[in-house]
């Protein structure tokens, strides 16, 4: 064991505790799957991530630095959103500089992530996005343990770009406040869901026109208080079918007492960006 540079991240945040936590291990060089693993348990956060050089392969490409990224129950993430932001935070804290002045290009285990830097902001480029339809007979199942009817989804899609998600558009955004949900039957049903409901004011950009929520029991996260990997495939899927604009901001996490902000934008090219602020929290060492 040997002290390593350490960092806490709060993630779509703008001020301390508004957002998602992040453990961030910054030189994580000689440890094992079993060491990350047992780190990531101990945190008990929804993500541990842990900075290691670009692999060959990874440098060739472009990769400035690599990820791990784990779960409090040991699972290794190929890619999840709020990791990326909060690392990709860490790595330029600790003063290091990109190969391209305007892009950092992060790898995992899911492969490149292309992450932008506008003023106090950065953005991931959201990976290809998986969609296909929900069974018929899951989706009223669901319904039951969110405590709604099935009348108040209007759509529903089974979204995976890494993390797989079954997403719902419900008929309000009180509808989405309101959810109390039955976490013990949804992680009996196995199945990660977010809800999403966006606003008839959402083109206004500068106010959160849209909300969503998150629940991840089968992970073992009841409620996920700001989930980028989720934003990123709503707005690939919503923006695709004209159901949301080319550019809004999301509220996510206020009944988790949080007040997380998700910036989402389409460029002209059709690459969708989910961005927001990260705050260092702690900073220190960690004798892993």
């Given at each position: 064991?040997?002290?390593?540079?350490?960092?806490?991240?709060?993630?779509?945040?703008?001020?301390?505790?508004?957002?998602?936590?992040?453990?961030?291990?910054?030189?994580?060089?000689?440890?094992?799957?079993?060491?990350?693993?047992?780190?990531?348990?101990?945190?008990?956060?929804?993500?541990?991530?842990?900075?290691?050089?670009?692999?060959?392969?990874?440098?060739?490409?472009?990769?400035?630095?690599?990820?791990?990224?784990?779960?409090?129950?040991?699972?290794?993430?190929?890619?999840?959103?709020?990791?990326?932001?909060?690392?990709?935070?860490?790595?330029?804290?600790?003063?290091?500089?990109?190969?391209?002045?305007?892009?950092?290009?992060?790898?995992?285990?899911?492969?490149?992530?292309?992450?932008?830097?506008?003023?106090?902001?950065?953005?991931?480029?959201?990976?290809?996005?998986?969609?296909?339809?929900?069974?018929?007979?899951?989706?009223?199942?669901i319904a039951g343990a969110l405590g709604i009817r099935?009348?108040?989804?209007?759509?529903?899609?089974?979204?995976?770009?890494?993390?797989?998600?079954?997403?719902?558009?419900?008929?309000?955004?009180?509808?989405?406040?309101?959810?109390?949900?039955?976490?013990?039957?949804l992680k009996d049903l196995g199945q990660d869901v977010?809800?999403?409901?966006?606003?008839?004011?959402?083109?206004?950009?500068?106010?959160?026109?849209?909300?969503?929520?998150?629940?991840?029991?089968?992970?073992?996260?009841?409620?996920?208080?700001?989930?980028?990997?989720?934003?990123?495939?709503?707005?690939?899927?919503?923006?695709?079918?004209?159901?949301?604009?080319?550019?809004?901001?999301?509220?996510?996490?206020?009944?988790?007492?949080?007040?997380?902000?998700?910036?989402?934008?389409?460029?002209?090219q059709g690459q969708v960006w989910v961005g927001g602020?990260?705050?260092?929290?702690?900073?220190?060492?960690?004798?892993?």
């Amino acid at each position: 064991m040997r002290q390593r540079p350490f960092k806490q991240i709060d993630v779509f945040s703008h001020r301390p505790g508004d957002g998602n936590p992040l453990a961030v291990v910054l030189d994580a060089q000689g440890l094992d799957d079993a060491d990350m693993r047992r780190f990531a348990a101990w945190t008990n956060l929804s993500e541990t991530s842990f900075l290691l050089p670009p692999t060959e392969a990874g440098r060739t490409a472009g990769g400035d630095y690599r990820v791990r990224i784990f779960t409090p129950r040991g699972a290794e993430l190929p890619f999840a959103g709020h990791p990326t932001l909060g690392t990709c935070h860490a790595w330029l804290e600790a003063g290091h500089v990109p190969r391209d002045a305007g892009l950092v290009v992060q790898e995992s285990a899911g492969g490149l992530v292309r992450i932008q830097r506008s003023g106090d902001r950065l953005a991931f480029a959201a990976p290809p996005l998986r969609r296909s339809d929900a069974s018929p007979a899951l989706v009223p199942l669901i319904a039951g343990a969110l405590g709604i009817r099935p009348q108040q989804i209007e759509a529903a899609q089974l979204l995976d770009n890494g993390p797989r998600w079954l997403g719902l558009v419900l008929d309000s955004a009180e509808t989405v406040h309101r959810l109390r949900p039955d976490h013990a039957r949804l992680k009996d049903l196995g199945q990660d869901v977010g809800v999403i409901h966006v606003g008839a004011d959402a083109h206004d950009a500068t106010q959160p026109g849209v909300v969503v929520r998150a629940f991840a029991a089968p992970m073992g996260n009841p409620e996920d208080p700001v989930t980028g990997s989720l934003n990123a495939s709503f707005a690939q899927w919503l923006i695709a079918e004209g159901r949301a604009p080319h550019s809004y901001l999301v509220a996510q996490g206020e009944s988790l007492g949080r007040a997380g902000r998700v910036h989402i934008r389409q460029d002209a090219q059709g690459q969708v960006w989910v961005g927001g602020r990260s705050l260092t929290c702690i900073e220190g060492t960690a004798r892993l």
